[in-house]
């Protein structure tokens, strides 16, 4: 028999129904809740993230701003831009699509947004307050992956948890947020010589790479947890993630879970987004 599936469609469907029921909450009490999206360029994958965003908010009553560059926006024209958002009430999270063009210093732009509205989760100070365990927004695709891991029932504390990736979006908070959680956290990247060492010692595997078949059926152990941050292309053009699913969900068995690609984190990064939008105007007074 193989692993049971981590539906993050479900999951996200149903915290998105709580979401409504707190945006109207807010919108009654003459605070709805607001989101702007900047997207620089014609990325195609980026425009198909900030449609899904914009629809997520719409669906889910908040009030959501779309504006769209031509790629040869100046970063002082940016960086306006992102300062005039600071400033309207109207407004709670801030969200610039990445990657920006190469002349734009994506370091400067995301530390222009107010921290109260930085509902990426990706500056300094957000990552500080993670850092150091303090309340703040918390980056959305490993905070979603947390509620994936959440939803198999597993009690985190004293499981030994293997991330693969280090990247500052995703690798490094997704330890960060373990490690919250109590579990004995190893991070794995590119450097480690040998991956299968410890993922077939993990109670929970996280992986967020960007390469196919990075995880394998020989390299977890049977009742595990697996988490597919991964959006990749297969030989035949379809969306895949970092792991070898069918041969892997079936390596973990019964007692296993495994996220699809696509329908596992995808979804939840965007529910995780509103999450932090709402958080951000529940704390406006």
């Given at each position: 028999m193989t692993a049971q599936?981590?539906?993050?469609?479900?999951?996200?469907?149903?915290?998105?129904?709580?979401l409504g029921q707190r945006a109207a909450a807010l919108t009654a009490a003459g605070r709805r809740p607001g989101l702007a999206v900047i997207l620089v360029g014609d990325d195609p994958a980026s425009a198909v993230y900030v449609r899904n965003k914009v629809k997520a908010c719409e669906e889910q009553g908040l009030h959501s701003v779309l504006e769209r560059y031509d790629a040869t926006l100046t970063e002082a024209a940016l960086l306006a831009r992102v300062a005039a958002l600071n400033a309207d009430p109207a407004i709670h999270g801030i969200l610039v699509q990445m990657p920006l063009p190469r002349h734009i210093d994506s370091h400067r732009v995301i530390e222009?947004?107010?921290?109260?509205?930085?509902?990426?989760?990706?500056?300094v100070h957000s990552a500080g307050c993670l850092m150091a365990g303090l309340p703040g927004l918390?980056?959305?695709?490993?905070?979603?992956?947390?509620?994936?891991?959440?939803?198999?029932?597993?009690?985190?504390?004293?499981?030994?948890?293997?991330?693969?990736?280090r990247s500052n979006t995703v690798g490094k908070p997704m330890a960060l947020l373990l490690l919250q959680a109590h579990a004995t956290?190893?991070?794995?990247?590119?450097?480690?010589?040998?991956?299968?060492?410890?993922?077939?010692?993990?109670?929970?595997v996280v992986v967020?790479?960007?390469r196919r078949n990075t995880l394998r059926a020989?390299?977890?152990?049977?009742g595990a947890v697996v988490v597919d941050v991964g959006m990749n292309r297969n030989d035949e053009g379809k969306l895949c993630g970092d792991v070898d699913f069918p041969a892997v969900r079936e390596a973990l068995g019964p007692e296993g879970w495994i996220t699809p690609v696509p329908g596992g984190v995808g979804p939840m990064t965007i529910t995780m987004l509103l999450v932090n939008t709402l958080q951000a105007a529940e704390a406006r007074t």
């Open positions: 599936l981590i539906d993050g469609l479900a999951l996200s469907r149903d915290m998105r129904a709580q222009s947004i107010a921290t109260e509205k930085d509902v990426d989760g990706f500056s918390r980056p959305a695709t490993p905070y979603g992956c947390m509620k994936l891991i959440e939803s198999t029932g597993l009690d985190l504390r004293g499981k030994h948890a293997v991330v693969i990736g956290v190893t991070v794995c990247h590119s450097a480690t010589p040998d991956l299968a060492l410890h993922t077939r010692a993990a109670d929970v967020a790479v960007g020989d390299m977890v152990k049977p």
